[in-house]
């Protein structure tokens, strides 16, 4: 399958039960919703999964699950945020050999490795695969800028084609695109800069809400591309406390929050995290109850034809 890092791919939370296993019906739940919604595409084990908390085993039953749920329909994303190089080679490799379809990649973990060790990272995973892969841009969280002198070099790789754009400068955007063209599709990471980097050109988004609100989502992403740009902003407008909980330390649990309130997902995370508690539980839900009661309604996005989406 031809990944063409066009359209929206939630980052998809990981589901657990109360006795910490992985909850691969309500998993199943959640995905169907997602692929009822109109996505294009899914990223595992990223943040949002709870990746670094997850055994291997437990990755590959996750991969295997979804491959059968999706059943072609879309890519299927895997997330790599390893310490070493052999590893992330390792996981890339048995990642194309179990028949996924790329990857997302991410600076070396833990490590704040110079712009030369990072790129010859990148290169040296890239080259251990013919899988295409996004590279995950997020120096706010991860402390290691992938500069446009970096994605100079990082060009000369053939499938190293998209960057999930998340370093909370919209602006970005535009410097990707007079300095490379469309050389690297740009994914917009962050949820409450979508629909602005969507306007200036990226060709996606990499979603963290879209888990329990996957329609309103979707359909931001179609219409601002299809040029209905005034019905987007209206939804987006809606949507923006909502997105609010994804920009913070606390995003896994306040997802999975809304997730509950939209009845796709459990509160379940794993330790150390630990469920909202408290005023800070309140808050978030006055703010999903506040949002819930003035839920828009949404035109008929799915009819709207989105050229290579």
Not at 101 to 129: I, Q, W
Not at 193 to 214: I, K, N, R, T
Not at 223 to 235: P, S
Request: charged share 25%; proline share 4%; hydrophobic share 40%.
């Amino acid at each position: 399958m031809t990944v063409n890092w066009k359209g929206v791919y939630p980052a998809i939370t990981t589901k657990f039960t109360s006795d910490d296993k992985l909850d691969l019906d309500l998993f199943t739940k959640n995905m169907t919703e997602q692929l009822d919604a109109g996505i294009d595409g899914i990223v595992l084990g990223g943040t949002l999964g709870e990746a670094s908390t997850l055994t291997a085993e437990e990755k590959s039953i996750l991969v295997s699950e979804t491959q059968k749920i999706v059943d072609g329909r879309i890519p299927v994303i895997l997330n790599i945020a390893e310490q070493s190089t052999a590893e992330a080679i390792r996981i890339a490799q048995e990642g194309e050999q179990n028949g996924l379809h790329g990857f997302m990649l991410l600076p070396p973990m833990r490590y704040a490795a110079d712009s030369n060790e990072t790129v010859k990272y990148f290169k040296a995973v890239a080259r251990s695969t013919s899988l295409p892969i996004m590279i995950y841009n997020n120096p706010v969280d991860y402390k290691i800028p992938v500069t446009l002198e970096m994605f100079d070099q990082l060009a000369e790789i053939d499938n190293i084609n998209a960057v999930k754009e998340s370093t909370r400068d919209t602006t970005n955007v535009t410097r990707m695109i007079n300095r490379f063209g469309d050389r690297f599709k740009i994914l917009s990471g962050v949820d409450t800069l979508a629909l602005e980097s969507l306007l200036m050109g990226a060709d996606g988004w990499v979603a963290g809400l879209v888990c329990a609100f996957p329609r309103e989502t979707v359909a931001i992403y179609r219409l601002a591309k299809a040029g209905r740009v005034q019905e987007a902003v209206e939804i987006f407008r809606w949507f923006l406390p909502l997105l609010e909980l994804d920009i913070n330390s606390k995003l896994v649990q306040n997802i999975k929050l809304a997730e509950v309130y939209t009845k796709i997902g459990s509160e379940y995370v794993r330790a150390p995290r630990q469920p909202l508690t408290g005023l800070e539980r309140e808050k978030v839900v006055n703010i999903i109850e506040s949002s819930l009661k003035l839920r828009p309604e949404l035109p008929d996005y799915k009819s709207i034809k989105i050229e290579d989406a």
